[in-house]
């Protein structure tokens, strides 16, 4: 009964590689989220989708592709993997309409080696 | 752009201690204000939440008054428990032009509690 799951929980890869990171809510909400934690515990937003459709996007690199298929789901897609994109990611979801509470999941921990 | 700034950590507490966490933040209008914990190892869960100036949230012993006057959400717990070490973020709702919604974080407190 999980609300916002991701999978993988860790991924360790060499740099230049392709790799995709996926989450999925049961929370039926209709807003979903990325967010980036630094190596210092930062949190920054990357991404937002809205039903299906991209609202916020954040300056971040084109390396990096979100898509998602429905709104239970949001992927996060990263080419070219470089040192600098080691960190945890994590997905998170709002109902939209509703209170501005975002709820998130247990983050992927991204090692580019 | 809407900010939040909290105190530097690390912050090392013996059990049963006092705990004040102090944030402030920056923003046009009145945005909602939260608290979330990242236990070791965990993802961020929400810990209380405040709407509206004056509003206290409050859960688990925790608490915290939005303070529009002083432009402030500090937490507090009167006394802290082993469990309670862990990194706690203050962030407020940003919503910006066209109105989508995001949260801006502060850059989080790590606490520990000894026994």
Redesign the interface.
Known sequence: DTAVSQTPKYLVTQMGNDKSIKCEQNLGHDTMYWYKQDSKKFLKIMFSYNNKELIINETVPNRFSPKSPDKAHLNLHINSLELGDSAVYFCASREAGGSDTQYFGPGTRLTVL | GDSVTQMEGPVTLSEEAFLTINCTYTATGY??L?W?V?YPG?????LL?A?KADDKGSNKGFEATYRKETTSFHLEKGSVQVSDSA?Y?CAL?D??K?G??????G??T?LTINP
């Open positions: 945005p909602s939260f979330y990242q965990e993802g961020l869960q929400l939440k709407t990194v973020f709702s919503r910006g066209g989508a919604q995001k949260l801006v974080f850059q989080g790590r």
